[in-house]
């Protein structure tokens, strides 16, 4: 994995800023139709399993609230309804919005800025997205922000195997099958800038010290399949001024 502390994305043609921001609302607006079929094909099924494991490291009270970050079409919103959580969703992009078949609350906005209350949310789970946020150490202090102190955050990324063929196959069909597959079945520069993205995360002790820094305790990470994708699961600590309540959607 690189590293955004690093010039990875600058040597590599990525944008950060703004215009990171302004590419990744444009790439998810334009895969959206086909995201889920890519999405099966990319991880041969998998990441289905990948998403109840995710959901279920929750170990939240059914009726929980959860927010399902970066929900795009759906997958973890759905799969959270039928583990029995009350479940809302936001994004950035409004062609996976428009896309979402949930069925539940949904909201555009920014991860580093959610238009909702503090301590409000019991639950937070988010699919493949920490790569693709503009700021990370913003909105892993908003999702912070909006969970209720002993709030649960589960997080599922890419990864990648240790050693051996595994990893040698992984990175041929993460690195060189995927973008053609994808560039076949839906958008070809988004395929391409996939792999790429993932040297927007920072290493495995820089991920941890942000998860830190922002609210978080007890931080795990869970190699899935080998290490084909990663599940990350966090505790918010306690904070001052703490509030209780549904969830309120508007201004800031």
Known sequence: M???????????????????????????????????????????????GWRR???SALALAPGSVVLDLACGTGDLSRIADRQGYRTLGADLSWGMLASNASG????????????LADATIDGV???????NFTDLEASLAEAARVLRPGGRLAVLEVAAPAGGLLRVGHRVWFEKVVPVVGGILSDGAASRYLPRSTVYLPDEAGLRARFRQAGFATVGRHLLDGGLSQLRTATRVGRPAERSGDPVIGDR
Not at 25 to 40: E, G, H, K, Q, T
Not at 106 to 115: E, G, M
Not at 125 to 131: N, S
């Open 53 to 55: 494991r995710t959901v």
């Open 2 to 48: 690189g590293t955004i502390d690093q010039e990875g994305p600058a040597a590599l043609g990525l944008p950060t800023g703004p215009a990171k921001t302004a590419r990744v609302r444009s790439m998810f607006d334009a895969i959206a139709p086909r995201y889920d079929l890519v999405n099966r094909i990319m991880t041969l099924g998998l990441d289905q």
């Open 104 to 115: 539940r609350p949904l909201f555009q906005a920014d991860a580093s800025a959610l238009p």
């Open 125 to 131: 789970v988010c699919g493949y997205a920490l790569r």
